[in-house]
Nanobody, 127 residues
Framework: QVQLVESGGGLVQPGGSLRLSCAASGRTFSSFIMGWFRQAPGKEPEFVAAITGSSANTWYTDSVKGRFTISRDNAKNTVYLQMNSLKPEDAALYYC????????????????????WGQGTQVTVSS
């Protein structure tokens, strides 16, 4: 089993920054594709970003490109989401997720593409 624990959420003013962290248990973290999703009240979960185990490839939803950066430190079993220039529409519960499927080359944009989930960390963007 893999456990994921997010942290780093909070209240920030528009234009501000936050860095989310997701710590994973398990010895095979470096083999996981990791993703971040978010869910605003009354809305479906939305893909935000993903990163391969080696960090060689990253993906972002269009609305966060140029503002958010996903990264990972396999020595610390941790994935990060650096969020800059935050907007009120970025406010949501942010979840990290892990895909541990061997030789996976499919979609990474849907919740069903991931096998493990954290409990989420709340991001509020308001003045």
């Amino acid at each position: 089993q893999v456990q994921l624990v997010e942290s780093g959420g909070g209240l920030v003013q528009p234009g501000g920054s936050l860095r989310l962290s997701c710590a994973a248990s398990g010895r095979t973290f470096s083999s996981f594709i990791m993703g971040w999703f978010r869910q605003a009240p009354g809305k479906e979960p939305e893909f935000v970003a993903a990163i391969t185990g080696s960090s060689a490839n990253t993906w972002y939803t269009d609305s966060v490109k140029g503002r958010f950066t996903i990264s990972r430190d396999n020595a610390k079993n941790t994935v990060y989401l650096q969020m800059n220039s935050l907007k009120p529409e970025d406010a949501a519960l942010y979840y990290c997720a892990a895909n541990n499927r061997r030789n996976y080359s499919g979609s990474l944009y849907y919740t069903s593409d991931y096998d493990y989930w954290g409990q989420g960390t709340q991001v509020t963007v308001s003045s």
